[in-house]
């Protein structure tokens, strides 16, 4: 069984699926402890339901429905923002009016098309196993930028994060800083959506970033803490996947979520 | 001796109501003002709009003699807000949070290098708690909290310190040293100070200025001349004046 599972590895698919879901699952995890901190969590929830209207009109409009999605969900946070800023709306508000809009849309071109209802199932639950050579470029090469950005940023993204009002005060502009973040998440939840699929892509936020904030011990420990149990999870959920020949994306975030509570069990335990 | 801040007119409202009424007044160097007011006058609104945090409807503000809106010498303003606005999950040490202060200094990439640890040991030190350095800021009591924050505040030695409410969360002794801290750095380094409270008997012990404020400018001047004045015996009758002045010193 040992021999057949390593064979298995020397796939090409596997190998792409192994490094394609690593890369995303670091940017997610660093990405989502900025958003868990400002109570921004489902954003995720609400842009890749965005992802799912614009991945529909991609196979509609039969262009890759990647490409269509990058700017539609990254115009789409910038309204969740604005929203947020101009019609004075809590941001879980704003999230559920974009998010709403997004399904909409979705559900309406399936209705019209009646022919890509498969496709668009593979984009609900990820199919990381099938992430081809195009895509694992774009991935790496978007993920490549997110993380210089971020490395570039991450003062202003801590300053504003940690107290947006004394941010302003520090001369940071914290309106640009925002929407750096949003368009960063945007990138993000869009590549996301091949690992673990638009029913999980906030999973991907949110649970490494919930585990590292029950260990860390400062800013860029939890930073490493949180891509740490994002790559791990990413790794065993998928040799759980091909082992017990379940859906990746569930086995992922299953993984994610065991690492959570055993955070949990060991800062209880020590503190 | 030139302006540190400049406030012309200024005028505010919230919701079609007036918070600010075309409030006027200048502080220079080594001023020590104890903003005041009774609840809802405008007192936390008036530093919001010197700082840019809030819109105004009318007037205009300068720091240092730049105009607000072109200001970009934010190494120069020292703030601590009345409620830390902050998680108390945040990962965040004590040495990250005060580090925050000097990213005023710094260019895109803002990045901390030897020189500001040292920085911020010694603003730690300075309000004496060092030793809690790689404590996480959700771990500490709020007085503590308090004092990191001022601190963060501290750390780019400002010129001119804006402090809203900064004693309430501090028991007593703790609050003494505090006002000792913010004194010698007025009376030493002659940086400029705009505290924000709501007790005017202890203000008097600290602040040589008042500016009295409901919605509009009550009084601005000399502590000693405000409880001289016969115009504020007027408005607030002399039993009121004299416990506002019984501790001036």
Redesign the interface.
Known sequence: MIMDFLSVLQFAFVQRAFLGGCVIAVLCAILGLFLV?R?MSLIGDGLSHVSFGAVALGLLANMSPLYVALPLVVLASFAILKLTEKARLYGDAAIGIVSALGIAGGVILASVSRGFNVDLFSYLFGSILSIGNEELVLAVALSAVVLVVV??????L??VT???????????KTARVNMLLMALTAVTVVLAIRVVGIMLVSALLILPAAT??QL???????LLISALAAVTAVIVGICISIVLDLPAGGAIVAVNLVFFLAALGVKKAVG | MSAVITVEQLSARYNSVDVLQEISFEASAGDYIGVVGPNGAGKTTLIKAMLGLVDISGGSVKLFGEKLQCFSQWHKVGYLPQRANFSLLFPASVKEIVGLGLLTQKRTPKRLGSGDEALIDEALELLGIGSLRKKLIGELSGGQQQRVLLARALVAKPEVLFLDEPTAALDPQIRESFFDTIRALNQDARVAVLLVTHDLGEIGQHAAKLLYVDKRVVFYGKFSDFCVSAEMTDYFGTHSQHLICHQHR
Do not use: C, H, P, T
């Not at chain 1, 860390?216 to 939890?222: C, I, M």
């Open positions: 901190l109570k490395a570039v940023f991450y003062n202003d801590l300053a940690f107290d947006e009002e004394y941010a302003r005060v520090s001369g940071i590292a904030l860390a011990r400062g800013f860029k420990g939890a």
